[in-house]
């Protein structure tokens, strides 16, 4: 299996411009057959079977694989965002004067 080397900002916006939002017919009449949301998305066929592939490595279906590496790429955005946020304040802070612990 061969895996690219792409900058994490590269990859999460590779995935958030392949998951597309289908309309889902049940959920707009409110009938849902569990209480779990569906996400319906079109992949490019090199993300499908990337992870048909990891999904048959880790005997997992491809939804709950597909489930697994969402819910981990969501976590790794908010680490990205925030690092971002303490850097732009990092860049911010007036060196001249800082406020200590004790006072903040």
Not at 38 to 66: C, F, H, T, W
Request: charged share 25%; with cysteine; hydrophobic share 45%.
């Amino acid at each position: 299996m061969t895996f690219f080397v792409v900058s994490m900002e590269q990859k999460l916006r590779s995935l958030y411009l392949t998951w597309c939002i289908a309309f889902d017919a049940l959920s707009s009449r409110g009938e849902m057959p569990t209480k779990n949301l569906r996400l319906n998305i079109v992949l490019e066929p090199q993300v499908y079977n990337l992870i048909k592939k990891l999904a048959a490595i880790d005997g997992l279906s491809m939804a709950l694989k597909a489930h697994e590496l969402l819910i981990e790429a969501l976590e790794l955005y908010e680490d990205y965002r925030l690092s971002q946020l303490v850097h732009e304040r990092e860049e911010s802070l007036d060196k001249e004067k800082p406020i200590p612990h004790s006072k903040a």
